[in-house]
């Protein structure tokens, strides 16, 4: 589920950081524009996954690996310059992971993304990020159905903490 959660990726490859060189294409669209050429990699992915006819028990990590959660990027970058701005238009489509595969994926995807955003990685910004990351997904309500415990959401973390200070 790791290997395939972002092949939808290679359709519009050019709208994600890891793949851009040159130019960002977000800098002429606007922020909805830019949500929406992100979460397409989602239903792009699912398209993929249907047409190479991988095993749901596969798909359900490209579904729910963004569960709900907000582009907040995007968001706030709208919220500044717009005057009406629907959170809707920010928001994942996919379904929340209801299992603990798709919940631990989740988590590592995003604190994967926010670890690249950390100017400084001392221990304690990178212990912060980790944190605030897997908080952010309890408080909106992203695991509520994943079956994690929270014994084993603080081993995750701590290993995630342990696995960011090691590169």
């Known amino acids: 589920g790791a290997y395939y959660h972002d092949i939808g990726k290679m359709l519009h490859a050019e709208y994600f950081i890891e793949n851009q060189q040159g130019e960002n294409p977000h800098n002429v669209l606007s922020p909805q524009e830019s949500a929406r050429m992100i979460k397409l990699h989602v239903s792009d992915g699912l398209q993929l996954a249907k047409e190479y006819k991988l095993p749901e028990y596969i798909s359900q990590f490209i579904d729910k690996h963004h569960g709900s959660t907000l582009l907040e990027y995007f968001y706030e970058k709208a919220k500044v310059t717009e005057k009406e701005v629907s959170v809707d238009d920010f928001k994942y489509p996919g379904r929340k992971p209801d299992n603990k595969e798709t919940a631990i994926l989740m988590i590592v995807d995003a604190i994967e993304a926010a670890s690249r955003t950390i100017k400084e990685p001392t221990v304690q ?29 603080r081993k995750i973390t701590l290993s995630l903490i342990e696995s960011i200070k090691s590169n």
């Open 125 to 153: 910004n990178i212990e912060a990020m980790v944190s605030k990351v897997t908080f952010n997904k309890l408080l909106y309500s992203q695991l509520n159905s994943s079956t994690l415990t929270i014994t084993e959401l």
